[in-house]
C-alpha cells in the first residue's frame, strides 16, 4: 500500500498560485499513476489531473487545462501540482492519489488524507 501526504495548501488571492506536493512511501512510485483530485463543501470529489508512471503523460480536467500543470519527480517519489490564476470557486481540499492513470476516482487506490486550499475573492 503506498502512503501519500500532501503539502503546500494555503490561502491564496483569487488570481494567485500554489504549488501542491504530494509525497509518496511505500510501493514502487514510477509503477503508479498519480492523480490530484478536489472536493468542495456539499459537493463530490472531482478530477483535477493525472499523469502516468512513466513516460509523463497527463491529462487535465477542462476546468485546469492551461492553468494547471501536474508533474512528477520519481526521484524524489514526489507529485506536484502547479495551480495559476486561482479562482475562489476552486477553494477545496485537494487530494492526490495512486493508481492507473484515469480521470476516474474509482481508478485510485491509495489517498493522501488532503490539504485545504482557500482562494479569497
Known amino acids: 500500500q503506498v502512503q501519500l501526504v500532501e503539502f503546500g495548501g494555503g490561502l491564496v488571492q483569487a488570481g494567485g498560485s500554489l504549488r501542491l506536493s504530494c509525497a509518496a512511501s511505500?510501493?514502487?512510485?514510477?509503477?503508479?499513476?498519480m492523480g490530484w483530485f478536489r472536493q468542495a463543501p456539499g459537493k463530490e470529489r472531482e478530477f483535477v489531473a493525472s499523469?502516468?508512471?512513466?513516460?509523463?503523460?497527463?491529462y487535465y480536467a477542462d476546468s485546469a487545462k492551461g492553468r494547471f500543470t501536474i508533474s512528477r519527480d520519481n526521484a524524489k517519489n514526489t507529485v506536484y501540482l502547479q495551480m495559476n490564476s486561482l479562482e475562489p470557486d476552486e477553494t477545496a481540499v485537494y487530494y492526490c492519489?495512486?493508481?492507473?492513470?484515469?480521470?476516474?476516482?474509482?481508478?485510485?487506490?491509495?489517498w493522501g488524507q488532503g490539504t485545504q486550499v482557500t482562494v479569497s475573492s
Open positions: 492519489a495512486s493508481g492507473r492513470y484515469s480521470y476516474r476516482t474509482n481508478a485510485y487506490d491509495s
Open positions: 511505500g510501493g514502487i512510485f514510477s509503477n503508479h499513476a
Open positions: 499523469i502516468s508512471g512513466i513516460g509523463g503523460r497527463t
